[in-house]
């Protein structure tokens, strides 16, 4: 069965750095793109991120570049999400998922979501 | 960027009704549309991949149609656990892009 198991999130200051983490199991984590999603309180879903299978590939939405790091440590089954200069625009409950950003992709299973406010 | 538009917003309907949504793109998305059921503090779940591919698992009440511009999800038979809010996506270009969300509600 596949999981995915969000952890990190946190009430940060305006400015402020966290890291969010994925625990994958059930599946062969190594080669499979993955992605973080968010969504803001009343908001709908905002891809953020992907990374492919090797890590060789990351993707960002414009609103974060610069920003946010996304990693993986596939020897560990986990996915990551630095997030740096948080602002208050950023709180939402943020989405592990399994699957990138390649023509035709989709996301398969998706994690219950972690929550993260940025507020001082 | 591609921007997509559900409509409508939200609705109302009774257990056992036929429902039915829809998606437009901003420029075409070929077939590489997928909608999704998001129930509040879920997990969001994947229903139909690549406009009428059902996902393992998924009842077939759930169907998609469309290519281009234009695409729509139909529940063939509303139940109560089908109440959630539902969003397609594009995976034609990067950024992938969601719908605003349909609501669906219960009369």
């Known amino acids: 069965e596949v999981q995915l198991v969000e952890s990190g999130g946190g009430l940060v200051q305006p400015g402020g750095s966290l890291k969010l983490s994925c625990a994958a199991s059930?599946?062969?984590?190594?080669?499979?793109?993955m992605s973080w999603v968010r969504q803001a309180p009343g908001k709908g879903l905002e891809w953020v991120s992907a990374i492919s299978g090797s890590a060789g590939s990351t993707y960002y939405a414009d609103s974060v570049k610069g920003r946010f790091t996304i990693s993986r440590d596939n020897s560990k089954n986990t996915l990551y999400l630095q997030m740096n200069s948080l602002r208050a625009e950023d709180t939402a409950v943020y989405y592990c998922?399994?699957?990138?950003?390649?023509?035709?992709?989709?996301?398969?299973?998706w994690g219950q979501g972690t929550l993260v406010t940025v507020s001082s | 960027d591609i921007q997509m538009t559900q409509s409508p917003s939200s609705l109302s309907a009774s257990v056992g009704d036929r429902v039915t949504i829809t998606c437009r793109a901003s420029?075409?998305?070929?077939?590489?549309l997928n909608w999704y059921q998001h129930k509040p503090g879920k997990a969001p779940k994947l229903l139909i991949y690549a406009t009428s591919s059902l996902q393992s698992g998924v009842p077939s009440k759930f169907s998609g149609s469309g290519s281009g511009t234009d695409f729509t999800l139909t529940i063939s038979s509303l139940q109560p656990e089908d109440f959630a809010t539902y969003y397609c996506?594009?995976?034609?270009?990067?950024?992938?892009?969601f719908g605003q969300g349909t609501k669906v509600e219960i009369k």
């Open positions: 059930g599946f062969t984590f190594s080669t499979y793109a």
């Open positions: 420029q075409s998305v070929s077939s590489y």
């Open positions: 998922a399994k699957g990138g950003v390649y023509n035709g992709s989709y996301l398969d299973y």
């Open positions: 996506q594009q995976s034609y270009s990067t950024p992938p892009t």
